[in-house]
């Protein structure tokens, strides 16, 4: 569900108290753990990290005005999501994540190329997730992004 909110505190102020709380703290997990340079901004209607422009002027290839996205929250209808780019982009990143998952969550990994959802909010797996945003810079998502769009 895309909201129309156009800034991160309309967008959780929007959301049923449970659904906040959850997306509050996810906020909170993404503003203390992305490396310097990333932004918070509204992106597909979610809450969006991403490598501004001032960084990176070419922007997202499919349309340049977009800064390049990276990370994203949304509460959907039947679960919060995360998308993380490079699990999608980065075997060895993917892999790490799929290892490290059961140690921080009883329920089973429900996850598509880059999108992790969680259906049952007491067990979103914020330590994880904290530790995963620390692993990639900016610079590093650059170089992986570049390296992708050259395949």
């Not at 309309?10 to 959850?22: C, G, K, V």
Request: net charge positive; charged share 25%; proline share 6%.
């Amino acid at each position: 569900m895309q909201s129309k909110a156009t800034t991160p505190e309309q967008y959780l102020s929007e959301l049923p108290e449970d659904r906040r709380i959850a997306m509050e703290k996810l906020r909170t997990v993404a503003l203390k753990n992305l490396p310097k340079g990333f932004e918070e901004v509204m992106s597909y209607g979610m809450l969006g990290y991403v490598v501004p422009h001032e960084i990176y002027p070419n922007g997202y290839h499919c349309d340049p005005k977009l800064p390049l996205g990276f990370f994203n929250i949304a509460s959907q209808k039947n679960s919060i999501n995360i998308y993380h780019m490079v699990l999608y982009a980065d075997k060895n990143l993917y892999d790490w994540f799929v290892a490290e998952y059961p140690k921080h969550c009883k329920s089973k990994l429900d996850m598509g190329k880059s999108c992790v959802r969680f259906k049952k909010l007491d067990d979103i797996p914020y330590n994880l997730i904290a530790e995963l945003l620390t692993k990639i810079t900016v610079e590093d998502w650059i170089n992986r992004y570049e390296k992708m769009l050259k395949k």
